[in-house]
């Protein structure tokens, strides 16, 4: 099955400073990425669509200056937090899905197993 | 009303129920459905993915799809404590059309 990693798994970091947390597909090419954010007991807030060589799409609410998504080849995507703080502190998750057109693609995202971040 | 209604439990039964799952949907133009699972501290993982309506079994788990009454069912058989996590339904349709996510339903299965 396609497997998607996130790096690091869980990051501590003091307020003000920048963390950057990447997301690989590893067997299969990704056109389009996600990055959610969850708080305890809720569920999946999309924070921002990512399509490879262009730039991020956003949600509403969410912004942009903060959080920095690049995502540079059909395989990595990268969301930097800037000048963090603690409020920022939450469950981070990518998600990658098939490049249309892939053998075998369902057109299925397939999720990282998240970034926890703490931010003190 | 949200695009997806799913209940947020939590759901307990006993080891060996039978569970069922459920969503509704109010967007007709949906055509994929899928059920993830999510232990705690955990990304989600794809569990079934169904296209349209209809049911669609693996192992102990069947998906089911009813689209002319927009309702999607995942149900369980033989239930054990290894599945007590979070389940999360969610659903697209066809081109650019994001993927919209259930509220996610706890399930604890006691043994």
């Known amino acids: 099955g396609a497997v998607v990693s996130q790096h690091p798994s869980r990051v501590i970091c003091k307020s003000g400073t920048s963390v950057k947390i990447e997301c690989r597909s590893l067997d299969f090419q990704a056109t389009t990425m996600f990055w959610y954010r969850q708080f305890p007991k809720q569920s999946l807030m999309l924070m921002a669509t990512?399509?490879?060589?262009?730039?991020?799409?956003?949600e509403q609410g969410v912004e942009k200056d903060k959080f920095l998504i690049n995502h540079a080849s059909l395989t990595l995507s990268t969301l930097t937090v800037t000048s963090a703080h603690p409020e920022d502190s939450s469950f981070y998750i990518c998600s990658a899905r098939e490049s249309p057109g892939t053998s075998g693609s369902t057109d299925t995202q397939y999720f990282g197993p998240g970034t926890r971040l703490t931010v003190l | 009303q949200k695009e997806v209604e799913q209940d947020p439990g939590p759901l307990s039964v006993p080891e060996g129920a039978i569970v069922s799952l459920n969503c509704t949907y109010s967007?007709?133009?949906?055509?994929?459905f899928m059920w993830y699972r999510q232990y705690s501290r955990k990304g989600p993982e794809l569990l079934m993915y169904?296209?349209?309506?209809g049911n669609k079994e693996d192992g102990r788990f069947t998906a089911q799809v009813d689209k002319s009454s927009k309702y999607i069912s995942l149900f369980i058989r033989d239930s054990q404590p290894s599945d007590s996590a979070t389940y999360l339904c969610a659903m697209k349709g066809t081109g650019g059309f994001k993927t919209i996510f259930g509220a996610g339903t706890r399930l604890f299965v006691k043994a």
């Open positions: 990512s399509n490879e060589g262009s730039k991020a799409t956003y």
């Open positions: 169904t296209y349209s309506s």
């Open positions: 967007n007709s133009a949906f055509q994929y």
